[in-house]
Structures are given as structure tokens and as C-alpha cells.
């Protein structure tokens, strides 16, 4: 295996990135000012402002899962346990003593341990509670006279809130780590570029050269 600058991370992987970050922060503010946090917009556009941003959101995520899917791309995301205690033990004690990272990315496989099974979690539990929980309450007239509706109203208001305070926790652990290991710089650039160091085998360095000469530099 060599380490080699390769491109890992798509034009559209990228701008799906930052583009469902900039929802998900529009979001949570709107959110918690239609929960009175604060008074930064009036709840009218609050809610316009949400409503707008949730449903521009959904659209990103249908294309993005099509792009998973259509491009195998899904299989960075399957968790397993090899290799994660290892991370888990990095993360608990190893970085504290300037231990090296035990996760070397690989061409096929660029998401440690820990990670793909965070994602996976984000994108198989929280996601989804936000997304059911949000396109009920959005069209609550649909079915507003149903018995005991404000009371199923309160409680899909209740896990919609929880989810999005969870998904909130992620993020705020998503750039604490960021700044674990190497420079932010280092972690932050392979998102703009595409392009990180992965250990690739002598195999995928030969087909890389030869057929995608612009993703190895």
C-alpha cells in the first residue's frame, strides 16, 4: 500500500455537503426561534423561512441517496466492527497522547469505522425522524379532525424537536472533531478539493494513472 493524494470526494458530493450544512444550520436557527430561543425573525418568517428550507432539503437528500445508490458510493457507509475499537480507543485515550490515527483511508473505503457507522445512523434513524415528523406536522389540515389529532400533534412535535436537538449534538461533535488529529485545515480541505491522502494498492495506482490520471496527483 502507498499513500497518494487522490481525488475521493465528487464535484456533487461536495456541494451536497455544504449545501445540506447551510439548510440544516437555516434550519435549527428557524426552528428554535418558532420555540421562542430567540427573536431574530418574526414567527411568520420563521416559518416561511423553515418550511422553505426543510422541503429544498428533502430534495437534496432524494438526489443524494439516487447518487448513493447509482454510484455504489453506499458502500463507504456500511458499518463493521473491525477495526473499531481501535478508533474507539484513538478517540478515548490515543489522541490524548499523541498517538497516530489506527484508520488509514483507502480508495474503497474512505469513512473509518466510527464514522460510517455514525452516518449511518444519521442517515437511517435521525433523518428519517426528522423528515416523517416534519412532513406530518406540515400537513397537520390533512388530518387535523381526526380524534385526539392535537394530542398526535404535541407528541410528533415532541420526537420532530428531539431529532433535531440530536442532530444538532452531531454537528457540534462533527467540528469538535475537526480539530482533533491533523490541522483543521487538513481535515476541512478535502471537502472543497476532493482530494485527501488514501492508501491505495499498487493495482488502484496503476488504474488511476492510467485511466483517471486528473484524480492522483
Do not use: C
Not at 423561512?49 to 448513493?68: K, Y
Amino acid at each position: 500500500m502507498a499513500l497518494q493524494r487522490v481525488k475521493i470526494f465528487s464535484l456533487f458530493e461536495r456541494f451536497w455537503h455544504w449545501s445540506q450544512m447551510l439548510l440544516i444550520v437555516l434550519l435549527l436557527i428557524t426552528g428554535f426561534g418558532l420555540h421562542g430561543f430567540h427573536d431574530w425573525l418574526t414567527f411568520k418568517q420563521a416559518v416561511t423561512l423553515h418550511t422553505g428550507a426543510a422541503l429544498t432539503l428533502l430534495l437534496l437528500w432524494a438526489f443524494g441517496t439516487f447518487w448513493l445508490f447509482t454510484t455504489r458510493n453506499w458502500r463507504h457507509f456500511i458499518p463493521t466492527i473491525s477495526g473499531m475499537w481501535g478508533v474507539l480507543r484513538y478517540y478515548s485515550i490515543g489522541i490524548f497522547r499523541g498517538e497516530r490515527h489506527p484508520y488509514r483511508k483507502a480508495y474503497w473505503r474512505k469513512h473509518n469505522p466510527l464514522q460510517a457507522l455514525a452516518y449511518t445512523m444519521l442517515k437511517l434513524v435521525l433523518f428519517p425522524a426528522i423528515w416523517i415528523t416534519g412532513l406530518i406536522y406540515l400537513f397537520y389540515f390533512a388530518w387535523r379532525d381526526m380524534p385526539r389529532a392535537t394530542e398526535y400533534l404535541q407528541g410528533v412535535a415532541l420526537v420532530h424537536t428531539a431529532a433535531a436537538f440530536a442532530i444538532l449534538a452531531f454537528l457540534f461533535i462533527h467540528v469538535y472533531m475537526l480539530t482533533t488529529g491533523h490541522s483543521f485545515r487538513d481535515h476541512v480541505m478535502p471537502m472543497i478539493t476532493g482530494f485527501d491522502e488514501v492508501d491505495l494498492t499498487p493495482e488502484e495506482e496503476a488504474y488511476l494513472r492510467k485511466d483517471q490520471p486528473e484524480d492522483i496527483r
